[in-house]
């Protein structure tokens, strides 16, 4: 099928901070639909530091399920203040957050439906390629059909659970990422 | 719809000795398969694209493309001008079209302009090392800038980096994400290169090192380097699924 040779990717190494020009995980405004929620977490490496140097992108349809592009071309509708797009560089703490909504559930195939979720990427200085996972919500129902969570062995799908913190007075998930060791996230071959 | 996309004559291993970095900081779980779904044929490459085109009106500005002048003190960069361009393509050949591509990269004393960079060598105060701009209706980016220059990292004793450029693509799709470094062809220091060597196989560390050109080369003013870029698409049949969904949903 394939007339080009991929070009391979190399790591973001630790100066990528000149790219994140401005921030960009403010991804709702007050004029977005849906239920606001803030999902943040902590990048630990092997040894069970932190890991102050990743990027994390993350890619996620509207609360009604529709992403805001062309391949999309469902009905559903899409959402003139919400793109669905974030990046934000961990800080010294290996700390990162992004202010956004819940997503609506979006197709599988043509019997089946994905539980809501927030794809992810994980950029850093020793990664030679990007690590790509998912976010799902711990207190979601429909985890339990998710097609993509039943291809992950029962005792890991926990790490790809975001876990709601119902005492901080505003709808927070904690999403921390383990690149390596006890607990290591999912992450996935696409 | 399944299938291992990282192709390991293409792709670096997570875990690379040679790369002290990589020693806690890559998986030791294999990766999971995952289907390519809506949410991974989506992706923000064109909705970037198109909040970039409204910044500019419909065309990319020198303030973008000429990392020369683009720190905006009115004076020139310091170093040997280049001119980097190339085409964005897809697996099959397609131009891609209208696709962001970000660079940042050293100033020629090898410096970049970031707090954690201790390399005593001098910034310059008119460089700032970052570039985008959106390929042509070719699939066309093109960038003046200054050659970057080497550096010294701790990896190993006297490690340097080769001369290179950061490159930062979305391309159409998740999928098709791209961070991936460009190399100047015969720079000594890429064998020695943790790096460099990383990815497994000559014939694909050659597409990360840009070609002399030439025809770019503009008389009286800057050298000129083609550097092609090629990023994965959706696999062949994916979509008889997809588009069962959609009608479904109709």
Not at chain 1, 4 to 23: D, K, N, S, W, Y
Not at chain 1, 145 to 158: A, C, I, S
Not at chain 2, 136 to 165: E, K
Request: hydrophobic residues 40%; proline residues 10%.
């Amino acid at each position: 099928m394939s007339g080009r040779a991929l070009t391979p990717p190399q790591t973001v190494g630790p100066f990528f901070h000149i790219m994140l020009r401005e921030p960009m995980n403010a991804l709702a405004t007050p004029q977005t639909a849906g239920t606001r929620i803030r999902i943040e977490g902590v990048v630990y490496d092997g040894d069970r530091a932190v890991v102050p140097d990743a990027m994390i992108e993350i890619w996620q349809a509207n609360a009604a399920g529709r992403y805001r592009h062309p391949a999309d071309l469902r009905p559903a509708p899409l959402d003139p203040a919400f793109v669905g797009f974030g990046r934000c560089g961990t800080d010294e703490r290996g700390f990162y957050s992004f202010d956004t909504i819940k997503p609506g559930p979006v197709p599988f195939d043509a019997q089946r439906v994905q539980a809501p979720h927030i794809s992810m990427l994980v950029f850093a200085r020793g990664l030679l390629d990007h690590l790509r996972t998912r976010a799902y919500f711990d207190d979601e129902r429909a985890n339990a059909d998710d097609p993509v969570l039943h291809l992950v062995p029962q005792q890991r799908r926990p790490t790809l659970l975001a876990k709601h913190r119902p005492d901080v007075g505003r709808v927070v998930y904690r999403f921390d990422i383990v690149l390596q060791g006890d607990g290591e996230t999912v992450f996935f071959d696409l | 719809m399944d299938g291992p996309g990282r192709d390991p004559s293409t792709f670096p291993p997570y875990l690379y000795e040679a790369y002290r970095a990589t020693v806690r900081r890559s998986p030791k779980q294999p990766l999971i398969p995952l289907p390519q779904t809506l949410s991974e044929i989506t992706g923000p490459g064109p909705a970037m694209s198109a909040a970039l085109h409204q910044t500019v009106q419909g065309a990319v500005s020198a303030e973008d493309t000429d990392l020369t002048t683009n720190m905006g003190t009115g004076t020139e960069a310091m170093g040997e001008r280049i001119i980097v361009t190339g085409r964005v393509l897809d697996e099959h050949g397609a131009p891609l079209v209208g696709t962001l591509v970000e660079i940042w990269q050293t100033n020629a004393a090898g410096r970049y302009r970031h707090r954690v960079d201790q390399h005593h060598a001098p910034l310059d105060p008119n460089f700032l090392g970052y570039g985008r701009c959106l390929t042509d209706t070719s699939g066309v980016y093109r960038f003046v800038t200054i050659r970057p220059g080497a550096y010294p990292w701790q990896n190993h004793p006297n490690a340097w980096r080769p001369a290179h450029i950061h490159f930062s693509l979305f391309g159409p799709s998740w999928v098709s994400r791209l961070v991936t470094q460009m190399y100047f062809p015969g720079d000594p220091l890429q064998p020695l290169d943790p790096i460099f060597n990383s990815v497994p196989t000559d014939a694909a560390r050659v597409r990360l090192v840009a070609q002399y050109a030439h025809d770019v080369t503009q008389e009286g003013y800057a050298l000129g380097f083609r550097f092609d870029i090629v990023l994965r698409g959706p696999r062949a049949t994916p979509f008889e699924p997809f588009e069962a969904a959609q009608r479904a949903t109709r």
